[in-house]
Every structure is written in C-alpha cells, then in structure tokens.
C-alpha cells in the first residue's frame, strides 16, 4: 500500500531562517506528490506538487523536488516569515483513484 | 467562484445518536472526496465519487459510516450509531476530475461525541 512519512514537529525558527521538511513514500505505482498547508484556522490548501521524477514544484517561496532514486519530496524555504507558521502535510496519490494519502503533518511554528 | 462548503462546522452529539455532515462541492466539479482528520489517526481518506460511477467506499472504517451523493453535486455522509471514536474534523473536498487535479478542501465539519 501507499504510505507517507514525514519529519515529527513542531519545527520552531526564528523569522529568515531556512526551512527543511523532510518527505519520504512508499508507493504502489508511480505517484504524484504534494504538500498541503493548513494555516490556524483555516482548510487544506494547496501549496505545492509535482508528477513526475526530477519535477520541482514551488509557489510562495516553497519548493520541493520529486526525487525518485530516494523516493524523497522534501519542501524547503530559504527564509521563513511569521507568516508561515502552519501545518504541512506531505501527501500523494497513484492511478486513477486520487485518493490522497497523507503523512502525520508538521507544525512549523516562526518566532520573530 | 464559490469554494467547497460543508455544514455543520461543528456537531456535539450523544453516543449512539446518527448524524448527517453536508458538503457543496465547486459548481462543475466531478470528483468529490471525504477525509476525516483526528489527533489519533491524522488525515484519513473516506470515500470517494467520481461522476455516474459507483463510490470507491474502500475507506470507510464501519458499516455505520455510509455516503451519497445526489445528482451529482451535494454529499452527505452518514453516521449511525455514532461512537466516540468518531470524534474527529470531517473534511470534504472536491476536484474537476480524478486523476492529478488539485483537490479543494472544504473548511470541515467538527464532529464531537459525548
């Protein structure tokens, strides 16, 4: 089956600091993969995804690459704001089906 | 454009009462999904629907949890008996297609049992 491991929290940086979340799958198939972002309060958004080996995808300054030889999708930031505090989930999907598949999440926590 | 809603966005009920969760998925949206989100178990997919297709149920935990979803559009999802375990957010969210379209989440239902 698909599984989802993902770095346990809660990660605190001071604002500016570079961010790693560290993603790794197990995947029946080939997948696609994708991190969510729940902001205080708030749904599951998008951030970020990528579908196929050496993609990159990125959006607000966050960007994660689809590395399959270690079957890895860590998300980065060079320089965090306050305003990122939030969870993040490492998700993925295979085939057809879409269901999503989540990790545990991260709760990333940006002190000024 | 509208986003995906659901309601309540909280419900206390009592233990073996059964309670129905809507969501309104994004006018034109085929795919349509139920999560559930708990301190115990993280994000859990449900069930999923899919245009005239039958649901991918696979999800479900118990033959107390049933869905639908009627002309294509609104879902409810059911629970009968309702336990504390069920305790959780329900998130709903829909997609244009199955597939790697990008799922939009509703903003959950709180589902709290005493």
């Known amino acids: 089956g698909n599984s989802v491991t993902q770095m346990e929290g809660p990660v605190t940086l001071s604002e500016e600091a570079f961010l790693t979340i560290n993603c790794t799958y197990t995947?029946?198939?080939?997948?696609?993969l994708f991190w969510y972002v729940q902001y205080p309060g708030e749904g599951l958004q998008l951030l970020l995804k990528?579908?196929?080996?050496?993609d990159k995808g990125s959006n607000k300054g966050f960007e994660a690459t689809y590395r399959k030889e270690t079957t890895s999708f860590h998300l980065e930031k060079g320089s965090v704001q306050v305003s990122d505090s939030a969870v993040y989930f490492c998700?993925?999907?295979?085939?057809?089906?879409?269901?999503?598949?989540f990790g545990t999440g991260t709760r990333l926590q940006v002190t000024l | 454009g509208a986003g995906v809603s659901q309601s309540p966005s909280n419900k206390v009920t009592e233990k073996g009462k059964d309670v129905e969760l809507r969501c309104d998925p994004i006018?034109?949206?085929?795919?349509l999904y139920w999560y559930r989100q708990s301190l115990g178990q993280g994000l859990e997919f449900l069930i999923y629907?899919?245009?005239?297709?039958?649901?991918?149920k696979s999800g479900l935990p118990s033959d107390r949890f049933s869905a639908e979803r009627t002309g294509g559009s609104v879902s409810t999802l059911t629970i009968q008996r309702t336990q504390q375990e069920d305790s959780a957010v329900y998130l709903c969210?829909?997609?244009?297609?199955?597939?790697?379209?990008?799922?939009?989440f509703g903003p959950g239902t709180r589902l709290t049992v005493t």
């Open positions: 998700a993925l999907v295979t085939g057809t089906a879409s269901k999503l598949t």
């Open positions: 995947a029946t198939g080939y997948p696609s």
């Open positions: 990528a579908t196929k080996a050496d």
């Open positions: 006018s034109g949206h085929t795919a």
């Open positions: 629907f899919q245009g005239n297709s039958a649901p991918d």
């Open positions: 969210a829909s997609s244009l297609e199955t597939g790697n379209y990008e799922q939009y």
